[in-house]
């Protein structure tokens, strides 16, 4: 039973925010599940390309820096993707323990898993992804990544002509 002040217990509720006649209707407020993402939040195909292309024009340049101070001490040309995977080939060595790898295995291998630290971040953390803030610090997690396989691989080239 409704008393004239009270509104009755199922009867329909009003809007959270009404707007005046004639004026479009308000924003729900910032924690309603109702509110849309906002666009630049949110995880589309061009930006997570654009991320791509950015995460591999940070760490290009730190094996390509290697690879033109290390050059004399190389005796083949494809010492040069030590680089690329300096600390890759750590684990890599566990393969030895099956036999004699190909090199170009090798390279295929060091390769795929430093375009893979490259790309698969971007993919699973671009919706999460909001602020400046949160992009530069996973480039820069991308930069160091490169910087230490590529300080890595010329330490390797340099012990072994020592």
Do not use: Y
Request: proline share 12%; charged share 15%.
């Amino acid at each position: 039973m409704s008393t004239p002040d009270q509104p009755p217990p199922f009867a329909p509720t009003p809007p959270i925010h009404p707007s005046p006649p004639g004026t479009p209707a308000a924003q729900p407020p910032r924690d309603d599940p109702r509110r849309r993402r906002q666009p630049s939040k949110v995880g589309t195909a061009r930006r997570g390309l654009a991320l791509c292309i950015t995460s591999i024009a940070v760490m290009t340049p730190w094996p390509l820096l290697g690879i033109l101070v290390t050059r004399s001490s190389f005796d083949k040309a494809s010492e040069a993707f030590l680089l690329f995977g300096g600390i890759t080939m750590f684990p890599m060595m566990i393969l030895a323990l099956f036999g004699s790898v190909r090199e170009e295995v090798l390279i295929v291998l060091i390769m795929l898993v430093w375009f893979a630290a490259a790309i698969v971040p971007n993919l699973w953390v671009r919706r999460r992804l909001g602020s400046w803030g949160a992009i530069a610090a996973l480039l820069g997690t991308q930069a160091a990544f490169s910087i230490a396989q590529a300080l890595m691989g010329a330490l390797l080239i340099v012990g072994k002509n020592v």
